[in-house]
């Protein structure tokens, strides 16, 4: 795309670009005309597609109103319908509330049916004989699970029978001497087992294999959890929609949307018995053809028990210390083969029976389960992460950055859970997106919506919650700053729309297999002596915002101003990915080395970086890396060498040792003992950072984009609680002209502060200079098809301060109920409460600017918005004549500003800053609206009172405790005051 069309795109950018909305409908109780002006809303106010689902609604009847039930159906093709006619984008969401695709066409002991692998232990002494049936599980005796609800399981299989020798006790098991073990399955008749102990203390292990049994709500019958190992469950799931779900209206619909899809949430499934292993009837026999052994002799070493999140895994049995590596290499194995089946049997087949109905599936890929986090990312159309368990951390976000660039995948992120709802200003989400901008996430889905309206037994004001009124803020209409949402999603799908255009320029691939991640790193707000910490201190103030990234701990590279991200580096094994150019794949994200630093390394991937090394490629292995196992309990590891060993049983170490010395032989090739090693290495290797700084910063992220001889620079100071306003110059290869482009307008003007360093061996660079303040970013392009042309910075000549101000706040509170009925001639009428907003307007007159508490006739039980009116007196503007009105701080809420009763810009929540060229000599009237949270006007109305802390409880305190907040700021605080651009 030429910089016209870029410009034009920019300025004005259609559907696809605008951010899209998570809805949480109530079941199927929304009525047709609820369901139509909600969706009227979202378009209305600025956001381009659907994510809808069904949450369990708590006095309505499930049986006629959940998923599955006519009166879902028929809500779903509404939705479709309403969606499409409007150009948005629709997803569902697979399954009953998460990734679970749910089925009542099954039960627990279906081979459809998720299934888990459970163990029952037996003390037999030595020298003893013990006789007859092996103990079953108890399938009545389960420990109840945080992760969806728990149905019958009547049945239970036979798989096999081990015996250990014990040498000692763990947490939860035992040390087992791993050459005593014995596999006795075949002396099993008919469930019966006689066999003599030998000499020690001995353990049977007997593992049966039964469905999980897990269930979710809301749905019109019990539909059970399907299986993702066995090829089994995917089929039950595509026979399901294509033969109940797929109405030929409904395949009418998803034809005439050309953004419909599939949305898989986050893979909350579990394991509920003793032996906590995922399991399926294939297993074992796939486990045996991809490793190359049985499996069945170390099942003791793979029982394990989880609270919820892979990352939380402890093992039952632990080997004796001359075995610990050949366990942990089977542990390995065990959890690549799950995720080879996840792969093979659950996400091809269904991506492709979507593509055949002509809808694309977007997933939150492995994490939270024993599978790979980044191998699964080829096999669907879009990778989604989400804020709520990675916090606004970039390290975090880099984790699927890796495939989703690799691959030229849609990376979004499921944006703005968290457990404040109502309470924090508009900033701390922006933050939030600013900080995903800046991995590479263009696709944002706000989570969430929900209509006010809802079941009568349950709907209060502000509306009917949707999420839980304890977790996940609202991004509707009951918000005050929804007035402002126009200007915002605009904002952001100019942001969007540039950082789509051409390919991610990515500097430094890391090359990181992990089957554990702790996807709740971003969860965690207890300090160190158990003090509940508010999330907005923990996101402002914490981890990266305190230099402390998790899974890339050394800060060399990003202070540089170079970019990377990670991946498993079985990834470059795919036909799909090359080396040319100089590059890894040069048509993504082109990157210039490759790093190696954990201890296990691939033996395959090994021989695939020694070629690509020979012809060119940068590869740097780094010894001593430390990175995160688990957060909660600060769990971390230290790798040895890298690349000291393989993963998994295959006996091929000795090879890998032998390839990676011929790998670090070569020139393109470097090794370093240290991780503060790493940027100097890499420059001594040749690497220069596409958009790399003059000067080492410790405060700003970039992202960079190619589109021809369009280069596409977005900045971001993400210090936005603890920094101050920073100077940086950043590099960018080649030379042309430099755009500001600004996403608030969608105006575009040259850049003031470029120089040209003109051509040495590299080529000439432009450099680029950017005053970023806290929490703002900036987009910047380079068009290199252009003239060169150097320029100063700007400078901002004072013109007057605006103290005073007349203030008119609109105060938000409760007002009658409204009552929404509908009778569809199916027998029975279908009833909505909605609450509705009565708002009172409160004169303050002149004032200096303060918080609306501190207003007179105001104060702290209010929310709203305020509208604010001054006038400037410039005598000496002249026509066209640029200013910068500074409104300094709307204490984070969203807002916009009008002079003399032009059209209203819309403000950044971290830097309101306006360009104006609509002052005239003489007096000037400027008027600023800005809106608040909710937060103290429910504060005042009890709201919090029972409102349980979600995440503060999971810490394990004894007691439940409640949301704690407290009256905030609210309003524009300045100080206001107005400059001239001299340039």
Known sequence: MDFASTVTGFAEPTIEYRPDQ????????????????????????????????????????????????????????????????????????SGTNWANANLPTITPESPAAAKELNVTVEEVAGGATRTGALRRVDLAAFSPSVLGHRGAVSEQTFVAVVAARVLGTTELGNVLDVDSVVDLTADVVDETLDWTAPEGDWRLYAHWMHGTGQTASPSASVNYTVNYLDRDGVDAVTDYWEHEVLTPQLRAQIAANPRAQMYMDSMELTAYGEGGMFWGRTVAEEFRARRGYDITPWLPFLTRRVAMMASQTIYRNEPDAAHAGAVEKVRFDYVATLTDLYIENMLRPFAAFLHHHGMTLRAEISYGLPFELTRPGPEVDGIETESLEFGAQIDAYRLMAGPAHLFGKQYSSETGATTRNYMLDHRFYDQIIATQLAAGITRTVLHGWASPAGARETTRWPGHEGMWPEFSERFDTRQPGAEFYPWWTTALARCQF???????????????????????????FVDDDGTRVADEVAYGMWWMRNRQNHWWADLGMQDAGWTYEFFDGSLLLRDDVRFADGVVQPDGPGYQALIVYQD????????????????????????????????????????????????????????????????????????????????????????????????????????????????????????????EPVDVDVTLPGSGLVHRLDAWSGTTRPHAGVRVERADAAGDRTVVTLRLHPGETALLTLDRSADAAASEPAELEWVADLPTWDVTVKSWDAG?????????????????????????????????????????????????????????????????????????STCGGLGWVRINGGTPVGVDTSRPVVRTTELRAGENTVTVRVASSLNNRLLARGYYDTLRDVLGNSEGWAEPRMQQTHVRDHGLLGPVRLFRERT
């Not at 990175?627 to 000291?644: C, D, I, K, S």
């Not at 279908?830 to 009565?838: A, G, M, N, Q």
């Open 22 to 93: 998570r809805w949480w409908l109530a079941e199927g109780l929304h009525t047709d005309a609820t369901l139509r002006t909600e969706i009227a809303a979202m378009h209305r106010l600025g956001f381009g597609g659907i994510e809808f689902l069904a949450m369990d609604e708590e006095g309505v009847d499930h049986a006629r109103y959940g998923w599955g039930a006519e009166e879902w159906v028929h809500d779903s093709q509404v939705v479709v319908d309403e969606a499409t006619r409007r150009g948005m984008a629709v997803s569902f969401t």
């Open 498 to 524: 540039l950082l789509r255009q051409g390919r991610p320029r990515i500097d430094v691939g890391i090359l990181r297999t992990d089957h554990f991640t702790d996807n709740v790193s971003g969860m965690r």
């Open 600 to 723: 296990a390394l691939d033996a395959d991937v090994a021989r695939r970086l020694l070629g690509w090394a020979r012809a060119g490629l940068q590869v740097l292995l780094v010894d001593g890396s430390r990175e995160l196992v688990e957060l909660q309990t600060r769990r971390y590891r230290t790798h040895g060498a890298a690349a000291a060993r393989t993963h998994g049983l295959d006996g091929r170490d000795d090879e890998l040792t032998a390839t990676i010395a011929e790998l670090v032989a070569l020139p393109s090739v470097a090794r370093v003992g240290d991780p503060a090693d790493t940027v100097a290495a890499l420059r001594r290797l040749g690497v220069t950072g596409r958009a790399e700084f003059v000067e080492d910063n410790r405060s700003v992220l970039t992202h960079l984009r190619e589109d021809g001889d369009l280069l596409h620079l977005y900045a971001y100071h993400f210090l936005y609680d603890t920094g």
């Open 816 to 888: 009658p109920d409204e009552t929404i009925t509908e009778d569809r001639g199916l027998g029975y009428v279908s009833e909505e409460v909605r609450p509705t907003t009565t708002v009172t307007v409160i004169e303050v007159g002149p004032t200096t600017l303060r918080p609306w508490h501190a207003l007179p006739g105001v104060g702290g039980e209010v929310s709203g918005v305020a509208e604010y009116t001054a006038t400037v007196r410039v005598d000496d503007a002249q026509p066209g004549q640029t200013f910068v009105l500074d409104l300094g």
